[in-house]
């Protein structure tokens, strides 16, 4: 399961994910982190049955926690697959099948965003 | 062995002719030979789904009461064209809305006026005696016009070259978003389905040949705009009614920073005569080759890295200098697919029947660069000769002193040889100089990674060096990487001292 875990560094800069790891003992997972001088964003990945206690634990912590159901997801209607979206993920979730259909593996997806600007018809979403 | 026209004709009005598609072929030549393709197949459906930004639309409103002859006109905020008389318009695809920029263009006023959507008509006169009327406003449906005809002047390129991206910044283009360090491949085009791709000499395809355009029963006009089959890039000039057209066969799109398009559906049914249609329309993706251009040089003339196949750039990923690098198309394979498919059943059905051109397309012709009878303004034009620079083995206080004296931002750094190794401005020598530590030499302190100019650059060139790379000058070097001149932001300003701006 994938968490998105933003937290302020306004009081200090504690090492959230660190400590979630040695109170928890739950091996995470980061996949993406943006932390700055006041604010930190990570989105980190967890074995489902663990999930309740990292989250709580974090926001224990202080950090707000939202638990991500879906990747990038397509409108369907909109989507022409042409396959712009293909070559710019760094993680290689989208792909054209042999009708020439695009395909998304969701569960790649690090939700960075990359591929809503290139694609020529709007058809990407960010699920927040 | 050849077939007539008439032949072919009458086969689909009995509904007896073999109908196949340009993707189909190269099958059917392997497996029955020449003779036995042309024998067997009378048409060949062409399609092709891409983004074809020059593109538009005539619309004529009908009459108001009172009547105006309509000057500046707009659809949805997005401006048409006001040089033709009374009531009659030119929507252009890649006209971009006043108030939404690139989010919304001519393009998306096209789909909506095809999806069954109301726009609304803005425009204003100076009011004439049989004019009177100055302004006037109202929502309009495409069934509310008396004619809505797309008419493109550039339409299915034969193909189109494949773009990368040297540089270390990522690129906003027409061929979509282009990651740093050549870090993707984007191209276009239907190969294999392509329409002229199939009919390189250009036999078939020509004024008053029906096609499919966007759903609606087209016709080619005549070679498009900047055809260069010499150099294999042709192009078709078509027209079809707006009213015929659907949704599925034509979409607006933007390509994020470089703004409008639209994505045509466009097919084109070829009669199988001969030997050498049946040659022409067996090509294969393989076949068909284009150059990779580096879009990182921003010139007429860009750099070609290397030719690269369609079924290359179709394979996911190519290689360039021993590295894979991943391919996106920006044409959808399978609409251009859909196409073809459409068109066929159109012909089977007997709904579509063929003809040969009434006036044929030069098939040999090159391109022609613009004619500039004055040039822009040039670096030299305006660079500052009065360089300082400093040695890289000076101390940081001399710099500094170099810096009061000189009247300057920035300290062009060179080696004992006279080569530029390095920059340092009145920010670094500050911080330095506030933070004192180890530094005492202009190397300890210096920026190595310089961006330069050279004394022939445009300087609108120069000045996109400045805005992405967020810097305030740019040294001007020699083909030795000498030191001549500096061109600061302040020199921009000469610009408009009336020398270039008249």
Known sequence: ?????????????KPIIAQVVRDTGVLINVERAIIDSSEGEALIDVPDDQCELVRNTMINLGANVHTLEHGISVNESECIDCGACVSICPREVFSLDSHWKLQLAEEKCVICGKCIEACPQQALTLPI | MHKTIDQINERIRDGTARVVTAEEMPAIVAELGEEGALKEVDVVTTGTFGAMCSSGAFLNFGHAEPPIRMERIWLNNVEAYGGLAAVDTYIGATQQSDTREEQYGGAHVIEDLVSGKSVELRASSRGTDCYPRRTITTDLLLENLNQAIMCNPRNAYQRYNAATNSTEHILHTYMGVLLPNCGNVSFSGAGVLNPISNDPKLRLIGSGVPIFLCGAQGMVIGEGTQHSPAGGFGTLMVTGDLKEMSPDYLRAATMTGYGVTLYVGLGIPLPVLDIDVVRATAVRDEDIFVDLLDYGVPSRSRPMLRKVSYAELRSG??????????????????????????????????????????????????????????????????????VVSIGEDEEIRTAAKKLLKGDTNHLPVINSDNILVGIVTTFDISKAVANPGKAHLVKDIMRTKVITTTPDEAVDIAVQKLEKNNISALPVVDGENHVIALLTAMDLGKLFGGRWLK
């Open chain 1, 1 to 13: 399961m994938k968490l998105l875990v933003t937290f302020s560094r306004k009081k200090g800069s």
């Open chain 2, 317 to 386: 990923a190519i290689e360039l200098n021993g590295e894979e690098i991943r391919t996106s198309s920006l044409s959808s394979f399978r609409k251009a697919r859909e196409v073809a498919m459409e068109l066929k059943r159109r012909v089977e059905s007997g709904a579509m029947q063929l003809a040969l051109p009434t006036r044929l397309i030069d098939s040999k012709k090159p391109v022609k660069s613009m004619h500039e009878s004055t040039k822009g303004p040039r670096v030299l034009d305006i660079m500052d000769r009065q």
